[in-house]
């Protein structure tokens, strides 16, 4: 088979792995899990490398099976973290689970009848009949205590980080354990995959396996690096909060936008991480990026194909569009197909101003707009000198004086968007 494993070094995607893993995936189609927690009704960015590494291992012929992890989301994994977190009630984690299925089956194809097609589970399924005391007696004598405390997720927290740790987040890494146990008995499945965070859980996995299966059971593990920025902080977050993978939190025009606003250090490395592209076409584009960094070919080609895998060509178009309107020579019709949330994406953090639906359908003259009605100019005389300038845009279209504005001009039938020059906008809402 070819080899995964040398695929994914040259992007970045391996941090650490097991002995006898590279052997193992080039031997033979390998099952291969990673989780998933369901802390939200969807994913953000910070989901898409696993994803990104389950497509990969299909690629590549081997199997991948999508863990959510129903049972495992009502614990909370420590590894990361400081503090225990607030346990989910039953409906929220259902809701939860059943939005985050709804997102890998956009890049997994369940319905596969391949020999190599994924596979989604839920390890609440398992789990939910199995009771303390056999747990105890099958699983939690398998593992010592001393195994269990050496690992960092754990050392961390009793250390002094935050205000250590429960019995119930304790017993996290054999849960988890034992969802490769039972994926292994299931699925035939060898190897799990996750974030460098999940090393311990993963290789106590590996050793339930073991231990539950026989000497002759073999299990691996393999982790790929935690994504940060070049300048230290955390992947995946704005200055609004998370990027999610769904449009209803964050619009596509926003998903583009932030992998457009990528540092060119940045884009060098994500290219190989959130892409499919091929190592020549990724080569060519890092050395025509350096030869015009000004053109930005780099960001633009990582945004266009990142948000191609998430959204579909379709959006992309749109969200090329949207931005076109801001930066480039928009028209009135351009705008008035943008949708009301796109529309505010655009225009985020320009300077508002309310006028009643009433004196719209009467028509006002663009001098009493531009001053009294927005303050967008600081008097009647400022407004007439620009609007003489030819300076001043009613949706893109230049005005004159003698321009009123009516109904006619809503986008959306709620805004109008007033410019001066290039780069000075105001909206007006309609209410």
């Known amino acids: 088979m070819n080899n995964l494993v040398e695929e994914l070094q040259w992007r970045g995607l391996v941090h650490d792995m097991m002995p006898g893993t590279e052997e193992q995936l080039t031997k033979e189609m ?9 802390t939200s009704d969807s994913l953000h960015i910070g989901s898409l490398v696993p994803i990104i590494l389950l497509v990969h291992l299909e690629k590549f012929g081997h199997k991948p099976i999508a863990l959510v992890g ?12 400081s503090d225990e977190r607030n346990l989910l009630d039953e ?9 985050i299925k709804a997102v890998l089956s956009r890049f997994l194809d369940f319905n596969s009848t391949a020999t190599n097609a994924p ?30 405390m050496a690992k960092d997720s754990v050392k961390k927290r009793l250390a002094g980080e935050g205000e250590g740790m429960s019995f119930t987040e304790f017993t996290y890494q054999l849960i988890q354990g034992y969802d490769f146990h039972h994926l292994y008995k299931t699925y035939n499945c060898l190897l799990q995959m996750g974030g460098s965070d999940q090393w311990g859980n993963i290789t106590t996995g590996t050793e339930l396996v073991r231990r539950m299966n026989g000497e002759g059971a073999k299990a691996f593990a393999m982790t790929c690096p935690l994504i940060t920025k070049a300048d230290g902080s955390k992947f995946g977050k704005s200055e ?88 480039g020579n928009a028209t009135a019709d351009d705008l008035k197909n943008l949708d009301e949330a796109t529309f505010l994406e655009v225009f985020d953090g320009v300077p508002q101003a309310e006028i009643s639906r009433a004196d719209i359908e009467a028509g006002i003259d663009i001098v009493t707009v531009l001053n009294e009605k ?13 609007l003489s300038a030819n300076s001043i845009s009613v949706n893109k279209a230049k005005v004159t004086e003698e321009f009123k504005l009516t109904s006619n001009d809503l986008i959306n039938n709620q805004f109008v968007l007033l410019q001066s020059g290039k780069k000075n906008y105001f909206v007006i809402r309609v209410k």
């Not at 609440?124 to 099958?138: E, G, H, T, V």
């Open 240 to 327: 609004g909060g998370n990027i999610w993978l769904t449009a209803d939190k964050t619009s596509v025009y926003k998903f583009y936008q932030f992998w457009l606003n990528t540092t060119d250090v940045d884009a060098e490395k994500y290219i190989k991480i959130f892409t499919f592209l091929d190592k020549s076409t990724i080569d060519s584009l890092i050395a025509e990026h350096h030869e015009a960094p000004h053109l930005r070919v780099l960001q633009r080609k990582l945004a266009e194909e990142v948000t191609v895998f998430v959204h579909e060509k379709e959006e992309l178009g749109k969200a090329i569009h949207a931005s076109a309107i801001l930066f």
């Open 119 to 148: 596979i989604l589970v839920n390890n609440y399924d398992w789990m939910k009949d199995f009771s303390f005391i056999n747990f105890a007696r099958d699983v939690g004598k398998r593992i010592t205590v001393n195994y269990m």
């Open 374 to 386: 927005t303050g967008f100019m600081k008097s009647n005389g400022e407004a007439r000198r620009a």
């Open 30 to 38: 390998t099952t291969t899990y990673i989780g998933f927690d369901p």
């Open 70 to 81: 129903g049972a495992t989301g009502m614990i909370g994994d420590p590894s990361g973290k």
């Open 91 to 99: 409906a929220t984690l259902d809701k939860n689970v059943a939005g």
